[in-house]
Each structure stands twice: as structure tokens, then as C-alpha cells.
């Protein structure tokens, strides 16, 4: 999830903060400013307002309130995050609260008229503070309080959204079972009837949150253009200094690039779950419930690579030790030891059997208070697929503690944009699953023959099959949604037919708009219109693994192991620590000497083409 404030699954992206509160949030800071217009009594002419010194006392007091606010919110956030008890709306009240306080403050007329004021005069201005400026203006695009109102009552709304898709009881055959369970049923299954069963109830969610969604549609695109922007899709892509078509221009792109490789994957997968399930006639689409993923968004769990057991492996080591071997690994790099905090305020695991509440099942990184409080929410297992999201998230709690220095200021405590904040951690996650670490670290027998072609095809089955879902279904269904209103009554036809396009694959039974699909995929309804952050990742990921491989470990990329080495530590520290202060395209130039560019991640898979196309020699393609 990207709560608001804790910004992208809880990144804390600059751009989301929104509360509104009540009169206790004003502070004079609007009204500093010395009037420009001189006066019909002045007598002499008004000494020349030195607008560096003015943009600096403005930072100083907007920021430290700033930091009061934001960790409010985020110990409200949290608590209705991790304790979500049915029928009893004390922690969404205390949340709307804090988060309407926060609002009140960074969308207050005053700050947005200095704001624009200050930077009206960016000749005058260093890069630094400019780059500041646009941090709180770009925040109070989320919460403007010249209409409160609505602001309010978006704030409401999205609480609201959050307590269903999280208080949500999910039942399969008559009994309550978490996403995690269903993932695990999904993952292992082997009947095609119980698959259907378990992929429905998976999507049983989905009808709870339609009218919470489109409310919170027009309250979004409503309250973003009070200051300008068409619609809360552009809004969210202007984080990157993009416009909404050169977004889209950009996955696009990126989805045409995977294109040739993921019509393989698709042709090879029809074929082999068809023998797998016993289904004589191979099926032009594949059904939804055929794939090991409620949204088709990762295949790996098809493949068994012979000799690599990671899950088994795993199983016996335990949730926990995941955690620590996660920060471990960072440690080896040179990045400190977790802050105590952490372990004592996380909420790491599963909630116990017969708990009398939930907890968001979605994993999460938090800073909470832009200073050195990290956490993270997950419902950690021992699995290969909990095991990469730990190093996920871990990624995102190291970026928080890098950039978290005296040369960043608040405001830029940020990723150098959203997609390098999500790419870190999967970066990591990628290097503890290659041969070399993990033999480096006695999880695989060094002696144990593996078949390189079935490693790399675990991967593509990972990497590549994730960007349709990503930079296709998730952002065209977004795009539409927010920027071209998709009318209500086509909702899950649209879903479907991007799913159908991009992705190729079908649902086992027709989905009327009875049901919406897309609503069961959280980032929907809690992170929206920002899920291209994540093929922009993998993306960028490719490129820094490339560049880590080749130059700095002298490695094959698809043989790694960056265990221990305080060289890759250093880079990936470097691009880490000045967070949201240095240009992004800069410092992808900079790293790795590329522009943002799929080459790597194409080039990183090119050996399995030929595998592919020799296995799916004579096999009918149908995308
Ligand atoms: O949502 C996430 C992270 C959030 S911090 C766990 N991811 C995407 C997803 O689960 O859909 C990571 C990769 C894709
Ligand atoms: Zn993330």
C-alpha cells in the first residue's frame, strides 16, 4: 500500500500528503512575506526583498511544522493499518483527524500563495530550495483547502476504503482464510475445479469497494484540480516530471520492448499448465486461475529448478531468520544495522490464529517520522516469494535511513524518484536469489548441478510476466479511470479487455459488472494511479544490476554474488543518499551512464529466447 502520507507503500513519495485540519494548523508562516507593492505613503522606495533568505525562513518554519504533521499522520496510519477491528471507528476517526490537520496545514491558502510567490522569483533561488518549493507545491495539490470540503471528505473516504479492504473475511470452502493462504493454495493447487474456487473467492472482495472507489475518484480528480491538474493521474505522473502522455508514451514503450519474450512465455506457459492440469485442448488465453498469482502478475512458482529447493530451505529456517538474513545482507554491503525501533515496533508477521482483529495484508515500509523511526507491515512466511518481498522492503528502509542526513532537508527526503524507491529492495531481492549468493551462504549445496535455462526461465516467469500487468493492465485501467472517467457500468469490461490484451489471459467465467476485479488489487484503492512505479523499477533495477555485474563484481549477471561487497554497498548508497535532491535522470546518467532504457533487462533474458522459441516449435501463438 501507498498510504498517502506514508507515501507509496509507504514510501514516502513528497507527493501525497493531504490532511486538513482545524484552526490549530495556521501558522504565520503565509504572511511572512513583505508586501512587493509599495505603498501610496512610502516614501522611499522599498528596499529589495532578498527572496533566497526569504525561501530559507520559509523552508525552515513550513518544514518543522511539516515533520509535526506527517508523523502524526503516520502514527494514526499505522495504528489503523495494524489493528483494524470491526464496528468500531476509533482509530479511522483519530486517522481522519491527523490526516486533516496535515491538509489544513500544507494546502492552506497561505502557504500555496508563498509558495508560488517564492518561486516566481527562481531566478534568484538555488537549485536546492526551488526543487523544496515544488515538494510543498506539489503537496498541497493533494489537499488544497480552498475547497476543504471536498479534501475532507476524500480523507474520510479513503480511511473508510482502507478498513474494507483490509477488514475484509475471506472464505473458501466455508471457512476464513487470509490472502496469504490463498496465495499459498494458488501457488500449489493442482486441480483446475479447486483453482477456479479459490481465484473466485479470491475475487469476492472486489463488489465491497466499488462504491468506495468511484467516490473516491471524483474526490481525487476533484481535489488535484483545484490547483491546475486535469485529472489525478496527471497529477501523480508529474512526481516525474512527466505529463500524462509521456507516461504512458514511456510504458508503453517499455511493455513493447518485453513484448517478443513475453509472447514465448505466454505460448510456452498455455502449453505446459494445459499437460500440467490434464486439459486436452491448450487454450488460446490462459485462465486467470491457471496462473500461481490472483492477478497473473508473476508465474514463478510454474517452475521447480532442480537442485535450487529455495522454499524447502527456507521453510526450515523460519520467518524470522528471513527478516535477519535480509538485514544481514544489507549489513555485508555496509549499510548500518536496523535502528532498534524497527524490531520493536514493526508488525512483521502473520497475526496469531483467533486474533480478534486484522492487520492491511499487504507489505509496507514506513518512515514515520522522516527521521530515524522505520517500520515495516508484512505477514512475513517462509517462502521464496515473502523472502524477496522482506529484502523489498528492507530496500525501502535503508533508502529511508540513507537519505535520512543533515544535507537532505525534510522535503527531499524522497526517492530520487518513486520507481528508484520501489527498485532498491527488488534489486536485492533478485542478487539473494542467484546461485553464487546463495552457495556463498550454505542455502545450496555447491556441488549441486542446476540447469541455467530453467534459473533464467524462474525469472522471466518473475521479471518479465510482471510488465504487462504492470505498465499495461495497471496503468492504461488507471489512466482511464481517473484521466478518461470511465463510466461506472464499464468498470470490469475494461479490466478484462486490457487483462485479455496485454497480459492474454482470460477469466475462467464471464465477469459481468457485478464484480470489479481490478478493486481487489490493493494499490487500486490505496496507492493510486502510481502502479507504473513498479515497471519503471524493474526497468531501473535491470540497469543497476547490469551495471553492478559487469563493472563493479566483474560477474555475470545472471551468476552474482554481491555478498560483502562494501563496493556495491558504496554505489548503491551513493545513489541512495541525497534522496529526492538530485535530478533522477541525472543520476541514472550519472551511475550507470544510460538513460532510463529496458536494454538491460531485455539483454538479461535474450539467452531464453532461443530455449523458447526451440520449446514452442510447432506450438500455435495467439498473441
Ligand atoms: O506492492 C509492492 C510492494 C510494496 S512496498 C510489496 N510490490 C508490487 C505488488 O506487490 O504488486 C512489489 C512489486 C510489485
Ligand atoms: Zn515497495
Redesign the pocket.
Known amino acids: 500500500?501507498k498510504k498517502p502520507l506514508i507515501s507509496?507503500?509507504?514510501?514516502a513519495t513528497l507527493g501525497t500528503v493531504l490532511w486538513a485540519c482545524a484552526p490549530t494548523a495556521k501558522t504565520n508562516i503565509g504572511t511572512a512575506l513583505p508586501s512587493t507593492t509599495p505603498t501610496a505613503e512610502s516614501a522611499a522606495p522599498p528596499a529589495p526583498v532578498d527572496w533566497g533568505r526569504q525561501a530559507d525562513e520559509f523552508l525552515t518554519n513550513y518544514s518543522t511544522e511539516y515533520q509535526k504533521l506527517y508523523t502524526q499522520s503516520a502514527e494514526a496510519e499505522w495504528r489503523s493499518n495494524t489493528r483494524i477491528v470491526a464496528g468500531d471507528s476509533t482509530n479511522a476517526v483519530a486517522t481522519a483527524r491527523a490526516n486533516e490537520a496535515m491538509a489544513a496545514f500544507t494546502g492552506s491558502a497561505g502557504n500555496i500563495n508563498e509558495l508560488r510567490q517564492l518561486l516566481e522569483h527562481k531566478d534568484q533561488l538555488q537549485e536546492f530550495q526551488i526543487k523544496q518549493l515544488q515538494a510543498a507545491l506539489y503537496n498541497a495539490a493533494n489537499s488544497p483547502q480552498t475547497i476543504a470540503d471536498v479534501v475532507k471528505r476524500r480523507i474520510k473516504a479513503e480511511t473508510q476504503q482502507t478498513e474494507k479492504l483490509y477488514g475484509f473475511d475471506y472464505k473458501y470452502q466455508g471457512k476464513s482464510v487470509t490472502t496469504n493462504d490463498l496465495d499459498e493454495l494458488l501457488r500449489k493447487e493442482n486441480s483446475p475445479q479447486k483453482r477456479q474456487a479459490i481465484w473466485e473467492a479470491s475475487k469476492a472482495i472486489g463488489p465491497t469497494l466499488k462504491d468506495g472507489l468511484l467516490n473516491l475518484r471524483g474526490l481525487r480528480n476533484e481535489t488535484v484540480q483545484a490547483l491546475g491538474y486535469p485529472d489525478y493521474f496527471t497529477y501523480q505522473a508529474s512526481d516525474y516530471g512527466l505529463s500524462r502522455d509521456e507516461m504512458m508514451t514511456l510504458v508503453r514503450q517499455i511493455n513493447d520492448e518485453l513484448r517478443p519474450l513475453y509472447r514465448e512465455l505466454h505460448t510456452y506457459a498455455r502449453y505446459e499448465l494445459a499437460k500440467k492440469y490434464k486439459v486436452q485442448q491448450v487454450p488460446d488465453y490462459l485462465p486467470a486461475s491457471w496462473l500461481p498469482n490472483r492477478w497473473g502478475?508473476d508465474w514463478s512458482a510454474m517452475v521447480d529448478v532442480k537442485g535450487v529447493n529455495l522454499d524447502a530451505t527456507l521453510a526450515k529456517k523460519g520467518a524470522e531468520w528471513q527478516v535477519k538474513q535480509a538485514e544481514r545482507f544489507y549489513q555485508s554491503l555496509g549499510f548500518q544495522a536496523l535502528p532498534p525501533v524497527f524490531y520493536e515496533k514493526s508488525s512483521l508477521y502473520p497475526l496469531p490464529k483467533g486474533a480478534t482483529y486484522k492487520k492491511n495484508n499487504?507489505?509496507?515500509?514506513w518512515h514515520m517520522d522522516l527521521n530515524n523511526d522505520v517500520r515495516s507491515l508484512m505477514s512475513v512466511e517462509p517462502n521464496t516469494e515473502w523472502y524477496e518481498?522482506t529484502h523489498?522492503?528492507l530496500g525501502?528502509i535503508y533508502y529511508y535511513l540513507t537519505y535520512t542526513n543533515p544535507e537532505v532537508p525534510v522535503l527531499l527526503r524522497a526517492g530520487a524518484n518513486r520507481a528508484y524507491h520501489?527498485a532498491m529492495g527488488?534489486l536485492m531481492g533478485l542478487a539473494a536469489t542467484q546461485k553464487p549468493f546463495l552457495v556463498g551462504l550454505g542455502l545450496m549445496d555447491a556441488k549441486a548441478k542446476t540447469d541455467e535455462t530453467q534459473t533464467l526461465l524462474k525469472e522471466a516467469l518473475n521479471y518479465v510476466t510482471?510488465i504487462p500487468f504492470?505498465s499495461g493492465v495497471m496503468s492504461e485501467w488507471e489512466n482511464s479511470f481517473y484521466a478518461d472517467k470511465l463510466p461506472a457500468d464499464q468498470l470490469n469490461a475494461r479490466w478484462w479487455e486490457l487483462v485479455k490484451k496485454y497480459q492474454g489471459i482470460v477469466p475462467p467465467t464471464t465477469r459481468g459488472e457485478q464484480y470489479l476485479d481490478p478493486a481487489t488489487?490493493t494499490?487500486i484503492n490505496d496507492d493510486p494511479a502510481q502502479y507504473y512505479d513498479?515497471a519503471l523499477s524493474y526497468v531501473i533495477l535491470f540497469q543497476l544490476h547490469d551495471h553492478i555485474a559487469k563493472k563493479i563484481l566483474k560477474q555475470d549477471p545472471h551468476a552474482t554474488n554481491y555478498y560483502g561487497s562494501k563496493e556495491v554497498g558504496t554505489f548503491l548508497a551513493d545513489i541512495m543518499r541525497p534522496g529526492a535532491s538530485k535530478d533522477w535522470r541525472a543520476v541514472l546518467k550519472d551511475k550507470t551512464g544510460e538513460d532510463l532504457s529496458a536494454r538491460a533487462m531485455v539483454e538479461y533474458f535474450q539467452p531464453l529466447m532461443v530455449y523458447l522459441k526451440a520449446q514452442n516449435k510447432g506450438r500455435k501463438y495467439t498473441m
Open positions: 500500500m507509496g507503500v509507504a514510501v502478475q499487504h507489505a509496507s515500509a518481498t523489498h522492503e525501502h520501489e527488488s510482471f504492470s488489487k494499490h513498479y
